[in-house]
């Protein structure tokens, strides 16, 4: 949108170029146009016979390299570059508007001190007047950081010219962020297969699990006479290959996690108890039993 606002308001002055034949009036086309609220882009009028022309006068020549700076340099070209155009209020405010796009590709070169510095600023007061102008104006999509000192610049309109020599970088630049996008896409896709790999596995142990279930139904189903022990025990031995495969390792006879517990094989102890002699009581029975030790019946212990 900003970009067809400013050849719309660049289309007046390159209708006036077809009159300027003069150097002095294409010149002041220069100036007019670069003065103006609404005009950024300036390839166009760059590119007429009428302003190349002034590459041959020597009064006015200076003219054409200001409307090449306008059109894709900043505001450090200008003033390394002597011999130049004063500039109008209006014309120093849109070149540092037009700068601040250049550079706004490299974050280190918008804080505070550094846009004080590339802009000839005379304070970070005026840092932060530029840059509400440019964000009202539409250029930029900007916000202060007056406490770090830093500008942050989300986007940029798409309101400077290419500088000659400039396509080949360009192309450079495009062909790396191409390359990173290629090789996260190829991360993402294996990354996906190794999800959708997983997920299968599970979905196949499910489906095993449940036909192993479905098949122990059935059985006893077509059996309702079988001891219920026997299905018990044939329901836990599922179970058990179901966790050792899931575990990955077999279990040894100890420690086999079975279910069922085989009770045939408890120990049993008896222990008869210790007779006493005919007329003794209970109360001398300590001193009976450690003076007739021999009349203590041995304990016997069944295995």
């Not at 059109?71 to 003033?79: E, F, N």
């Not at 590339?118 to 440019?134: G, H, K, N, P, T």
Request: proline residues 5%.
């Amino acid at each position: 949108m900003e970009q067809s606002k400013a050849l719309n308001a660049l289309e007046p002055f390159l209708t006036l170029t077809k009159s300027a034949t003069a150097p002095r009036a294409a010149a002041d086309l220069v100036a007019r146009a670069t003065s103006h609220p609404n005009t950024y882009v300036f390839a166009e009028l760059l590119h007429t016979p009428q302003i190349q022309a002034l590459s041959n006068s020597p009064e006015y020549g200076s003219y054409l390299n200001l409307l090449k700076i306008f059109s894709y340099g900043t505001y450090a070209d200008y003033t390394s570059i002597p011999n130049l155009p004063p500039l109008s209020d209006a014309q120093g405010l849109k070149l540092r508007q037009l700068s601040l796009l250049t550079l706004a590709k490299n974050p280190h070169n918008l804080s505070y001190a550094a846009l004080q510095k590339s802009l000839d600023l005379s304070d970070v007061r005026a840092v932060e007047d530029l840059v509400i102008s440019a964000t009202y104006a539409g250029l930029v999509d900007a916000q202060l950081d007056p406490r770090n000192g830093v500008v942050h610049i989300s986007s940029v309109a798409p309101l400077r010219d290419l500088a000659p020599g400039s396509v080949p970088s360009m192309l450079n630049t495009l062909r790396t962020w191409s390359g990173r996008c290629t090789t996260t896409l190829d991360d993402l896709e294996a990354q996906i297969a190794g999800i959708k790999a997983e997920a299968a596995r599970r979905h196949n142990e499910k489906k095993e699990w449940e036909e192993e279930q479905a098949r122990l139904r059935e059985a006893e189903e077509k059996n309702p006479s079988q001891n219920p022990h026997d299905f018990g025990h044939l329901q836990s031995n599922v179970l058990n290959r179901t966790l050792a495969r899931i575990q990955g390792q077999r279990f040894g006879k100890r420690g086999s996690g079975s279910l069922d517990a085989n009770t045939g094989d408890d120990e049993t102890m008896d222990i008869d108890e210790v007779e006493l002699d005919d007329g003794e009581g209970a109360g001398s029975s300590n001193s009976a039993s450690s003076s007739n030790p021999e009349k203590k019946r041995a304990s016997r212990r069944k295995l």
